[in-house]
């Protein structure tokens, strides 16, 4: 069911690498609400994801660019507003990406070069990328911007990895830039912190099958899907939501505020 919630709105979306990817539903969702925008990956995304397929469907341009990449996100940024004829009302940063998860070194042995360089795509970008809006005015007023994130950033999962750290960096970019977009542009600037959903970033994560099922276990509602992620998106990028900013806002199902569950007291009866 679509509202036209998004007509006439313009933004960017980054991140949808396949159909699995959050950022992919949530290009349909807009596309379906009347939004129109700009895809964007990282070069070598291009060649391994079917980003075409998703522009194709959705009427889109497809701008590469690495988001560690200050002349990319620049010219991203500029050319971005010149196709969709005008300044931008959303923006989606989807992305994340951790070395050492991707190459098993685990939290208390990691190599720092790879710290940084994931710190750089998963955490800076979201700054770099606002910056990069900022100086260019190129947000409407009322704009929303959205960053996606994970529980991690609070509370200890040991197999997070160095992401946990990128998450609250990011968390904390979005409540500081969040200011200054707001008091200057009437920008709004949120993250939202979503269930494990599996996507090649999130089974990438050590033991992700067991996680998740636990997750679904603990929430009341069940796990947030990538499809539920992109409802509650649009539902940010709209009007209906002009004064929520600054903020992380928790998607998934109930699992933060849950202590325990009782199907999970059950498991541990059965012994
Ligand atoms: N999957 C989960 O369990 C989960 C849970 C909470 C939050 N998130 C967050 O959701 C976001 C989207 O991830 P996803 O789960 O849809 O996985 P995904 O793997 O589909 O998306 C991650 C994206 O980051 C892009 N990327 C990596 N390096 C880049 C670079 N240098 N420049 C530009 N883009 C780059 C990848 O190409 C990919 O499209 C991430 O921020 C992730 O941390 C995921």
Not at 46 to 55: N, W
Not at 125 to 149: C, P
Not at 200 to 228: C, H, Q, R, W
Request: net charge negative; with cysteine; glycine share 8%.
């Amino acid at each position: 069911m679509s509202y036209n919630l998004l007509k006439g709105k313009k933004g960017i979306i980054f991140g949808a690498l396949d159909e699995n990817s959050i950022a992919w539903k949530t290009a349909e969702r807009v596309h379906a609400e009347g939004g129109t925008f700009v895809l964007t990956n990282a070069p070598v995304a291009m060649r391994m994801g079917q980003i075409k397929v998703l522009a194709e469907q959705t009427g889109s341009k497809i701008i590469p660019a690495d988001v560690t990449s200050q002349e990319d996100v620049e010219n991203l940024v500029r050319e971005s507003v010149e196709i969709l004829g005008g300044k931008l009302d959303f923006v989606l940063h989807a992305i994340g990406m951790s070395i050492n998860v991707r190459k098993a070194r685990h939290y208390t042995d990691e190599n720092y070069s790879f710290t940084a360089k994931g710190w750089d795509i998963s955490a800076l970008s979201f700054h770099r990328v606002m910056q990069n809006l900022y100086k260019a005015d190129a947000m409407n007023e009322w704009g929303s911007i959205v960053a996606l994130t994970y529980m991690a950033s609070q509370r200890t999962f040991p197999d997070y990895n160095d992401m946990a750290d990128n998450k609250a960096y990011l968390e904390s970019v979005a409540r500081s830039f969040g200011y200054f977009f707001g008091k200057e542009k009437k920008v709004r600037v949120n993250t939202i912190s979503q269930s494990p959903t599996a996507t090649t970033a999130g089974t990438g994560v050590k033991g992700f099958d067991a996680f998740i099922n636990y997750a679904e276990k603990m929430s009341p509602l069940g796990n947030a899907s990538a499809e539920d992620c992109a409802d509650y998106t649009v539902s940010l990028f709209s009007d209906l939501t002009r004064k929520v900013t600054m903020q992380n806002l928790f998607h998934d199902g109930g699992f933060s505020n849950t202590g325990v569950s009782q199907e999970v007291i059950e498991r541990f009866s059965e012994e």
